[in-house]
């Protein structure tokens, strides 16, 4: 077993994006810069889409501008084409993240294109990646499940992580969308990644709508995985799946790791006073469970 994973802190993108409010420049900085004091290396802090689809994402430039030098710490920003990536590129990002799913009624109600439509936008940024230096990664969505469609084929979904690799994806991110996965279906996907080669290459994306985040990660992990997707305290959800819950809780994969004798990098104290950063911006507590306790004895 290995002694370390690496995890992708995605709370200032993914987590804040499904949030009814929208905070303020400074608030995210302020956010992105406790997460990297916790010791993230890997954080997801925004996207460059159109304001008016996700204004909780407005002005990603202006908060990266606002960051002080954050050595050692990769930034990534969502970009859905290539406008996006032009836009990225302009405020400085070295590294951008592209989306695509398995299931075709859930790519056009996220991306208003089918899969095939979205691999196009994906060839076109990634050859701007190329151009340019930038590092890509991947996501592909409803790997497991579909809040449309139900169930979905996980061999589809590693087949279009292999088409991702081989567009220069640096990692690929697997998406449990709607959080009703089980260990025995997070054995099979893992079981497909690894037999395509992939496990070195691949994070898991996992949400907690029905408490197995901690689980699925677990088995996965087992399963030869090394890289997780987490946020703060539980944020985020999916604005195209109704019902679903929160990404599995960073903390919760601290605690989950440290008791395995796994080292992640990160601090759990440090990442509980990043959650207050932004509970305290928010206005109220954070969905994470463990959260809620650990604020009163951190470690």
């Given at each position: 077993?290995?002694?370390?994973?690496?995890?992708?802190?995605?709370?200032?993108?993914?987590?804040?994006?499904?949030?009814?409010?929208?905070?303020?420049?400074?608030?995210?900085?302020?956010?992105?810069?406790?997460?990297?004091?916790?010791?993230?290396?890997?954080?997801?802090?925004?996207?460059?889409?159109?304001?008016?689809?996700?204004?909780q994402?407005a002005?990603?430039?202006?908060?990266?501008?606002?960051?002080?030098?954050?050595?050692?710490?990769?930034?990534?920003?969502?970009?859905?084409?290539?406008?996006?990536?032009?836009?990225?590129?302009?405020?400085?990002?070295?590294?951008?993240?592209?989306?695509?799913?398995?299931?075709?009624?859930?790519?056009?109600?996220?991306?208003?294109?089918?899969?095939?439509?979205?691999?196009?936008?994906?060839?076109?940024?990634?050859?701007?990646?190329?151009?340019?230096?930038?590092?890509?990664?991947?996501?592909?969505?409803t790997?497991?499940?579909?809040?449309?469609?139900?169930?979905?084929?996980?061999?589809?979904?590693?087949?279009?992580?292999?088409?991702?690799?081989?567009?220069?994806?640096?990692?690929?991110?697997?998406?449990?969308?709607?959080?009703?996965?089980?260990?025995?279906?997070?054995?099979?996907?893992?079981?497909?990644?690894?037999?395509?080669?992939?496990?070195?290459?691949?994070?898991?994306?996992?949400?907690?709508?029905?408490?197995?985040?901690?689980?699925?990660?677990?088995?996965?992990?087992?399963?030869?995985?090394r890289?997780?997707?987490?946020?703060?305290?539980?944020?985020?959800?999916?604005?195209?799946?109704?019902?679903?819950?929160?990404?599995?809780?960073?903390?919760?994969?601290?605690?989950?790791?440290?008791?395995?004798?796994?080292?992640?990098?990160?601090?759990?104290?440090?990442?509980?006073?990043?959650?207050?950063?932004?509970?305290?911006?928010?206005?109220r507590?954070?969905?994470?469970r463990?959260?809620?306790?650990?604020?009163q004895?951190?470690?």
């Amino acid at each position: 077993m290995s002694s370390s994973v690496r995890l992708c802190e995605v709370g200032p993108r993914d987590g804040l994006q499904n949030e009814p409010e929208t905070l303020s420049v400074a608030q995210r900085a302020a956010f992105i810069t406790a997460l990297a004091q916790a010791g993230h290396k890997h954080i997801e802090c925004g996207a460059f889409v159109r304001a008016a689809s996700i204004p909780q994402m407005a002005d990603t430039a202006a908060v990266l501008a606002a960051l002080p030098p954050l050595p050692g710490v990769a930034l990534t920003a969502l970009v859905p084409n290539l406008e996006g990536m032009e836009a990225a590129l302009a405020a400085g990002c070295k590294s951008v993240a592209v989306f695509t799913a398995t299931s075709e009624s859930f790519s056009r109600k996220n991306t208003n294109a089918n899969v095939a439509e979205s691999m196009q936008r994906i060839e076109q940024v990634a050859a701007r990646c190329r151009s340019s230096g930038t590092q890509l990664r991947g996501y592909v969505s409803t790997v497991l499940h579909c809040p449309l469609e139900g169930r979905t084929d996980p061999a589809r979904a590693v087949a279009i992580a292999e088409r991702l690799r081989a567009l220069g994806c640096a990692e690929i991110s697997f998406g449990e969308t709607t959080g009703k996965a089980t260990p025995a279906e997070v054995r099979v996907l893992c079981q497909l990644i690894q037999a395509a080669g992939l496990m070195d290459c691949s994070a898991l994306h996992f949400h907690d709508t029905f408490g197995m985040g901690i689980a699925n990660a677990l088995v996965a992990y087992e399963a030869g995985a090394r890289s997780f997707d987490s946020s703060a305290g539980g944020l985020g959800g999916c604005p195209n799946a109704p019902g679903a819950a929160g990404n599995v809780a960073t903390e919760d994969l601290l605690h989950l790791f440290a008791g395995l004798g796994v080292s992640t990098g990160v601090d759990l104290a440090l990442q509980v006073r990043a959650g207050q950063v932004v509970a305290a911006a928010l206005g109220r507590a954070l969905p994470g469970r463990a959260w809620r306790a650990l604020i009163q004895s951190p470690r």
